[in-house]
């Protein structure tokens, strides 16, 4: 069983910046593909990006492509997304999600994850 926590949201400016960190306890990350989803009001949630197992391949939606970006540090057992340029359609609640061990690619979908944080909110003001 694992446990994932995020943290770093908050109301920043539209051109701000806002870094998210996912904590895990309970099982490493560092075994485990990894994902940020958000969900803003009225919409489904959507992959916004992931990173493998062992941080080689990356994915990012289309819409934050060159100013999103994921990592992870597997001594601190953390992922992180730093989001650079913030626009205020970027306003949504953001959630980690982790696959399960016997995958080492990350998924596309809502049902390739089976572990989510309770999310954190990213407003950004115009």
């Known amino acids: 069983q694992v446990q994932l926590v995020e943290s770093g949201g908050g109301l920043v400016q539209a051109g701000g910046s806002l870094r998210l960190s996912c904590a895990a306890s309970g099982r490493t990350l560092s075994s485990a593909a990894s994902g940020w989803f958000r969900q803003a009001p009225g919409k489904e949630r959507e992959l916004v990006a992931a990173?493998?197992?062992?941080?080689?391949?990356?994915y990012y939606l289309d819409s934050v492509k060159g100013r999103f970006t994921i990592s992870r540090d597997n001594a601190k057992n953390t992922v992180y997304l730093q989001m650079n340029s913030l626009k205020p359609e970027d306003t949504a609640v953001y959630y980690c999600a982790a696959r399960q061990t016997a995958y080492s690619n990350y998924g596309y979908y809502l049902g390739d994850y089976g572990y989510w944080g309770q999310g954190t909110q990213v407003t950004v003001s115009s």
């Open positions: 990173i493998n197992r062992s941080g080689s391949s990356t």
